[in-house]
């Protein structure tokens, strides 16, 4: 099967991030890989893309007459494709080089509609000591506690997921108006909304494939304690308004929430009363404080949100 993946990038800061997901994606050991690059309406950015990848047979380039928000870009690049597949992948990423080979395999004998797999954290200034595994999802990396080995699940991050490309194509693509609603820039969760609808439609979710690896750059300030704070608001916010945009998208949320109460936070604190380590005792305290910030963005979200 072929695949197009679909990498969009726009700022001039991260052009060697951008550069080093493009080489990741054209060093896959799958055949039949092309990459299809959009440039979110910097001219300047586009130029540079034009002149480090324009002649490569693989690679479609295509730059917006405008900046349209990450998921328009997505949807242009689903258009601009050719694979059976169409992938995802952020520019701040590098994929494993056996990534895609990993989720044609579930395409071909899983028969998935959709696929994708684990993300693993790059961590660019250093692994903060007090940040929990299961809150690794605020910075974009796979947490603790997400699945139990392959299998179907509502949806994976957005920088490794993939679909079909006549299902995407049927489906409309991302919801452009996620992140844009009303001018709510804070609200997230464009492959949350995407999975439901494929799940009303189809009745499959994605196939999650943890060999499936694209590591994720975690840049110094995404492991500032206040950042991760502000983050954990506005995602619980995100996560009201997606019971209200797709009401039946919060399932594991639910299950998640669970695992804190019952399991992590019994077990760390049991930990720190035995002396294990300072460390279990931070992860713990900051376990606690980001739940309660998540719930503040969620009941803020209910006075948005009804």
Request: glycine residues 10%; negative net charge; contains cysteine.
């Amino acid at each position: 099967m072929d695949v197009s993946v679909v990498l969009c990038t726009y700022s001039p800061d991260l052009y060697e991030d951008c550069c080093e997901a493009a080489e990741s994606i054209l060093s896959q050991t799958h055949d039949g890989v092309e990459l299809v690059l959009i440039v979110d309406g910097t001219e300047e950015v586009y130029e540079r893309v034009r002149e480090d990848f324009g002649d490569r047979p693989d690679v479609v380039l295509h730059c917006n007459d405008e900046n349209r928000g990450l998921l328009e870009s997505r949807n242009r690049g689903a258009e601009l494709a050719s694979g059976d597949i169409v992938a995802f992948i952020d520019d701040d990423a590098v994929a494993d080089e056996r990534w895609l080979e990993s989720l044609v395999a579930a395409y071909e004998e899983e028969n998935a509609i959709a696929a994708g797999g684990t993300m693993t954290p790059l961590w660019v200034a250093g692994k903060p000591d007090f940040l929990p595994a299961e809150f690794y999802w605020l910075v974009g990396v796979t947490h603790r506690g997400f699945a139990d080995g392959s299998g179907e699940v509502r949806n994976t991050f957005g920088s490794n997921i993939s679909f079909r490309r006549d299902v995407f194509l049927e489906l409309g693509g991302f919801d452009t108006d996620i992140g844009g609603r009303k001018g709510d820039s804070n609200l997230q969760g464009g492959e949350t909304e995407l999975c439901a609808r494929m799940q009303r439609a189809y009745g499959r979710g994605v196939w999650y494939v943890p060999e499936a690896e694209v590591g994720h750059k975690v840049f110094e300030y995404r492991t500032d304690f206040r950042w991760l704070l502000e983050r954990a608001f506005w995602q619980g916010y995100s996560k009201r308004a997606m019971e209200v945009l797709v009401p039946d998208s919060s399932d594991e949320e639910g299950d998640f929430l669970g695992q804190l109460l019952f399991d992590s936070v019994p077990a760390r604190v049991r930990a720190t009363v035995d002396g294990e380590t300072r460390r279990q005792g931070r992860q713990l305290l900051t376990l606690c404080l980001l739940t309660v910030t998540v719930g503040f963005g969620y009941l803020y979200g209910l006075t948005r949100w009804r």
